[in-house]
């Protein structure tokens, strides 16, 4: 490959600790890259490997990740592409796939401040580390397959996998975590909006509309119709 490499396999990349003590055993290695599996056996071939290599060079990019391709329990196989990671992909649970490739000189330095700050602990380890790594280089999508992905292997998810598991209040504890390391992040890139501390405008005042609803959204054609008819719906005191 054009370059030195490391391989870990984890499946504890929610703990704050186990990234810590991984992160910092990589940082006694010479390697230029840390390849991280998510689940026990991606097959990963050589191609696929220096393709990845390629792009990490190429780009310069703290994260590369690409499509693979699933291999169902019968057999088959099926291509799964995933998305381009934008600056404003705040979502804890946004899919990398099974394999990730970060830049040691991205990695360089980041255990003191993780564990000084203790933003995570049992959920966000992943989280806030990926958070910090897009403050230091890119996050690059490699759009063609690397490798096969068994459907018996499970990938790193959140607390909840439903698509509404953030207000289930089992999940607070994760939620806080995560509310907690994005606040972070986006005060460390200059992104945090402070809330008010006074009233904007007048309680007595008449206004047409009791509620404005912003839903962003990017690539989302199918689904978008669906969010407004359910904002639409809903009712106020």
């Known amino acids: ?3 030195d490499y490391t391989l870990i396999r984890s499946s504890g990349v929610q703990s704050s600790s186990s990234v810590v ?23 990963l071939t050589d191609v696929g490997l220096r393709r990845l290599l390629a792009a990490a060079f190429d780009t310069d990019a703290a994260i590369v990740y ?3 391709f699933d291999q169902l329990t019968h057999g088959e196989v099926s291509l799964h592409r995933l998305i381009d990671y ?5 979502r804890d649970d946004f899919d990398f796939g099974q394999i ?3 830049s040691a000189t991205a990695l360089a330095g980041l255990v003191g401040p993780i564990e000084q700050e ?7 380890g992943w989280y806030d580390l990926r958070l910090r790594l897009t403050e230091r280089g890119p996050c690059i999508h490699l759009p063609e397959p690397t490798y096969l992905q068994r459907s018996s292997d499970q990938s790193v998810g959140g607390v909840g996998e439903g698509h509404f598991a953030y207000v289930d209040p089992r999940n607070r ?3 806080v975590e995560m509310e907690r390391i994005a606040s972070a992040h986006l005060k460390r890139i200059g992104g945090l909006l402070v809330a008010p501390q006074k009233r904007l405008v007048e309680a007595e005042e008449d206004f047409p509309l ?11 054609s199918r689904t978008v119709g669906d969010a407004v008819l359910s904002a639409l719906s809903q009712e106020a005191d």
């Open 1 to 3: 490959p054009p370059g």
């Open 21 to 43: 003590d991984a992160v910092r055993w990589f940082e006694t290695t010479n390697a230029s890259h840390l390849l991280w599996a998510f689940s026990p056996t991606p097959d």
């Open 66 to 68: 690409s499509d693979y």
């Open 86 to 90: 934008q600056s404003g992909s705040l």
């Open 100 to 102: 990730v490739l970060l």
């Open 118 to 124: 203790g933003l995570s602990s049992a959920f966000g």
């Open 173 to 175: 504890d994760y939620q």
């Open 210 to 220: 009791e509620a404005s609803i912003v839903i962003p959204v990017r690539n989302r």
